[in-house]
């Protein structure tokens, strides 16, 4: 499940999970603290020339922006779980431990949906170059991938 299907955005329940609670923490206390903010502005006097008060609608216009967006990621989201009979393999949902045989370094990855990536913590996008060379791969399979380093070598060690 490498690219997204027309039904909608492939997402994993943790990731699903996250944006749920990242829209009801911005619909709440996001909201309020931008409503404290502009009510404080409001108060300092003449709306023309308040710098604090335009600075905080603007910043309420960036909050509302993306509360709409990640709305509308939620609206699409479709819930991938991982193939659990294919547990020798690298599939969507699945964390694996990967060599990178130019650097000797292994690295934790696990295949994720678009909008949940983080290489930081270990999350491929499942349309990255390096989670569609590597999904569906088996343990022990080594791959290669052009990435903007250049070509690299990829083993699954072992999906976990």
């Known amino acids: 499940m490498a690219d997204s299907t027309p039904d909608g955005e492939p997402i994993t ?10 829209i009801a923490q911005l619909e709440t206390v996001a909201r309020r603290e931008i409503a404290a903010r502009i009510l404080t502005a409001r ?28 709305r509308q990621r939620l609206r699409n989201a479709v819930v991938v779980e991982p193939d659990h009979t294919q547990t020798a393999r690298f599939a969507f949902g699945r964390t694996a431990e990967v060599r990178d045989e130019g650097t000797g370094e292994t690295h934790t990855w696990t295949i994720v949906g678009a909008a949940e990536a983080n290489r930081a913590q270990g999350k491929l996008s499942a349309e990255s170059p390096v989670a569609r060379a590597l999904i569906d791969q088996p343990t022990g399979s080594t791959v290669e991938v052009t990435t903007p380093r250049g070509v690299r070598r990829l083993t699954v060690v072992r999906v976990v």
């Open 13 to 22: 329940e943790q990731g699903l999970q996250a944006l749920r609670a990242e």
């Open 43 to 70: 108060g300092h006097g003449d709306l023309k020339e308040n710098a604090e008060y335009h600075a905080a609608k603007e910043d309420q216009a960036h909050l509302e922006t993306r509360i709409s967006r990640l």
